[in-house]
DNA sequence: ATATTTTTGTGAATAATATGACAATATAAC
DNA sequence: GTTATATTGTCATATTATTCACAAAAATAT
């Protein structure tokens, strides 16, 4: 098992480049091919690859078609992968019908949400009771959630989780979660990404104006 | 300038962490409480302020008021950064009415669209015909902006985006759009961010049946 | 068939990042 | 006022991630 996070992630994104790649008609591609559409250097690519036993031929590249696949295993893209959804505000709503989740094989099977107003039992994605969330997780063998609710509840939905089974978060609450031996967490802080990026184009704009002094 | 992106996401957190730990009535305090609340290191907490010049006081610790507003100058957060969007489908729309952001400080100002029907003057964010991005950028000096278009369009939105004096983008589409010496580039793929889980969550339960064996 | 070229796969080298250790020093105790 | 204690700030060390470099192998050319 590769424990390194970066390292998957750069998987996702060779696996979506080397998408790109095949509908424009390529039937092999070669490490520089694949690092100059993903945005790394070859040689990361042949690393990364190594890393989990992917291999190519010399000097014939590698073949799409089997590589995507090969990917896609490691990914757990051979089956579509179901997951729930916490917290059914903006964010969360947004999610529920993003198209690109279904397209990559991974279904949000069903929200949850204290608020009954929210509750839509017939929906597309039905939103149900909180309460029914640890009963459903279990009854369908769910492993993966969402957490799309305000940060003052986002430790307490995990928790729920985690009693109930879930193996994996994703956490949208601005507030960082911390994972356990037993449970994966992937905080996202919509609002740190923007800091981050105001912070760079500052520190950019002030850096140019001192060179103009 | 401190030029290392986890460096400045941590800070982001240091301020959330913070501002919890102001809420529970914390006046100073100290590399580990801080590092604990935030989820790292007391040694990282310090190499990082090191890095940033925020000092605190032997055996005395820090501040918190003065630590927050320290950090919040460094993230450029003592003025109200004004960022506009491009793209209002689902994601789209639910940053726009997302409240997080009006209370950190960031305002969206406009979202643009190609498709009329989207076409909002009057909303509390507008949304406006795309051609009108460039003369409203350079109009408003907006340095910064979103993209939730789908990935075909999301290129060609950042080139004219940078034509306009765009210097900061944070791009939802599923594709690794490069940065420039100009602009500088945050990408977030929500798949391959549940990819991830998904690839841990595996491994984890394979790990766990391996042991059983 | 043999030589030449191209490209992989990987071990070694380098670079980046995080941790540990501890001297310096401010606060508190006496 | 002196001593003891806690905590910072930073340098040295350890860890992790990336790039380089090149031998081995496959495809093509001669």
Redo the contacts with the bound molecule.
């Keep these: 098992m590769v424990s ?1 996070r ?2 998957i992630t750069r998987l996702s994104r060779y696996k979506n480049a080397l998408k790109r790649l095949k509908a424009l008609g390529f039937i092999k591609v ?3 091919n694949l690092s100059d559409a993903a945005g ?5 690519v ?2 990364d ?2 890393l989990f036993g992917i ?8 073949k799409v078609d089997e590589l995507i696949e090969q990917i896609q295993v490691i990914l757990g893209k051979n089956e579509i992968q179901r997951v729930i959804l916490v917290g059914a505000g903006r964010i969360g709503a947004a999610l529920l019908r993003y198209k690109g989740f279904e397209e990559g094989g991974i279904r949000i099977v069903s929200a949850f949400d204290i608020d009954p107003a929210k509750y839509l039992a017939n929906d597309a994605v039905p939103i149900r009771p909180l309460e029914e969330m640890t009963q459903f997780v279990r009854d369908e063998k769910i492993r993966v959630g969402i957490i799309t609710v305000p940060d003052s509840a986002a430790q307490r939905i995990a928790e729920i989780m985690a009693a109930a089974g879930i193996k994996g978060i994703l956490n949208f609450a601005p507030i960082q979660l911390r994972g356990t031996d037993e449970v994966v967490i992937n905080n996202i802080n919509l609002e740190s990404e923007l800091e981050n990026l105001i912070y760079f184009v500052n520190a950019h704009s002030k850096a140019n104006s001192a060179k103009c002094d």
């Design positions: 390194n970066k390292c070669f490490s520089d790394v250097t070859p040689s990361q042949r690393k690859f190594s291999t190519g031929n010399k000097r014939g590249g590698y």
